[in-house]
């Protein structure tokens, strides 16, 4: 299996959850399910966007702009062009 490393912050804590290897697994599973059905869903040029528009958006954090201030900018974007 996998090791997942816990962050310190919620080390303790974590290992407070009897059945923690249980509920991972039980999210795994539901996340490759998830997954799944979108690559049978969608095609991989969809599914590339989607994956890019993720890696912005961390992108983003990293450099300090939350997500208000994203949907802000898009708001007054997508304002400004309506308008026309």
Do not use: C, W
Not at 56 to 63: G, N
């Amino acid at each position: 299996m996998t090791s997942i490393p816990i962050p310190k912050e919620l080390l303790e804590e974590a290992n407070e959850i009897h059945d923690l290897q249980n509920l991972v697994a039980r999210f795994l599973k539901s996340e490759i399910s998830r997954r799944q059905i979108l690559k049978k869903r969608y095609g991989p040029d969809i599914l590339n966007i989607v994956n890019q528009a993720f890696a912005e958006a961390e992108q983003l954090k990293v450099t300090g702009i939350d997500e208000k201030q994203a949907r802000l900018k898009m708001s007054k974007i997508h304002q400004s062009i309506t308008e026309q």
